[in-house]
């Protein structure tokens, strides 16, 4: 069975930075993209960046300049470097991979989540 694993989340202030990490492990066939999520409180779970195994990338207009995605296709983990951080980045980052297994099976897979707090 598949999992992803979030770790790098945590509390940092106005401007400062954190660097998320995502590492996908179990029956991996392979990896067509991997992603980045994020739920506020009260609101809907919205796309932050994306990037496929040829590293093609995609980000939300409000992290665009700030946010760097990333990934190492042999370790099959994904990467979110977060820079000029603001209070309204302040939410539940997932991760998320679009793939295919050894059993030949394929879907979407999410990750369990971790928090960014960002103060003032």
């Known amino acids: 069975q598949v999992q992803l694993v979030e770790s790098g989340g945590g509390l940092v202030q106005a401007g400062g930075s954190l660097r998320l990490s995502c590492a996908a492990s179990g029956t991996i066939f392979s990896i067509n993209a991997m992603g980045w999520y994020r739920q506020a409180p009260g609101k809907q779970r919205e796309l932050v960046a994306a990037?496929?195994?040829?590293?093609?990338?995609n980000y939300a207009d409000s992290v665009k300049g700030r946010f760097t995605i990333s990934r190492d296709n042999a370790k099959n983990t994904v990467y979110l470097q977060m820079n000029s951080l603001k209070p309204e980045d302040t939410a539940v980052y997932y991760c998320?991979?679009?793939?295919?297994?050894?059993?030949?099976?394929?879907?979407?897979?999410w990750g369990q989540g971790t928090q960014v707090t960002v103060s003032s």
């Open positions: 998320n991979a679009d793939l295919s297994t050894m059993k030949g099976e394929d879907g979407d897979y």
């Open positions: 990037i496929t195994s040829g590293g093609s990338t």
